[in-house]
């Protein structure tokens, strides 16, 4: 395995993480950096929906509930936060310990800091310049569960001198188990996937992109990490958060965010018949 595939995830106060808003085994929340308020979610359609302010920083917010370490793959824009790659559920990720929380305020640079997440055009965002606009404006996170530990070395040194004193057939048997073994390793193993490439970029975002919301590459913040092991449990994520973002405007628009009565009216529209009789002119 790859050291790099796995990143402790930086350290959060509890402060920074309140109700869950989605997840089983880690809730995942948006929290607007530039005012420090959390986002309200809407659910519309079956879909989760936040609502960004264009040019505010934004840090997406994880807290770990189960009792085991899990890795977190954080996609933003169709894009990993941690290694810039088109996102795939079996890249590189961050790891929270049991019960703990962890902030992802930025696209990692180094060991030590990130580029901030702000809301943006989709002109500005990074997916789109890295020619990469197709799925601008979703966070998905895709959560795997720890293996087991492996058995001890000093437990598989012993089994293998017990099949050592059984005899030469034994001992083929035992060759062929442990070529089988290492195959079954490396194909389980998780691997980086190769870098897409790159589409042609449209000569204009489309009309219908007008107004709506991507996450820019900011200022150098610091967030450090470190890296560490972690053996997934399976190849497939044990689940996949996703969360849309738009501009407020934008999801009143499409129904997302309820309007309120009479949204958009300054006047109560005039009544042809108010009732009464005629009363007499003033002056």
Known sequence: MKK?????APFCLAACISIADAGTLVDVSVTDRTTGEKLEVYRHQGRLYVAGTPGNRYAV???NKSGGRVLTVISVDGVNALNGQTAATSQSGYVISPWQAAEISGWRKSMDDVAAFYFTSIADSYAARTDRPQNVGVIGVAVYREADPLPPPAQAAFSARERVEQGSADRADHAAGNESDQSQSRASAPASAPPSAAPERSE???KKAEGRLGTGHGERISAPT???EFRRASDTPSEIVTIYYNSRANLLAQGVIPRPPHYG???PAP???PGGFVPDPRG
Do not use: D, G
């Open 4 to 8: 790099f595939a796995t990143l402790l």
């Open 61 to 63: 917010n994880l807290r």
């Open 204 to 206: 204009a975002l489309s």
């Open 226 to 228: 470190q890296y560490t």
């Open 265 to 267: 009216r300054t006047n």
């Open 271 to 273: 009544n042809p018949f």
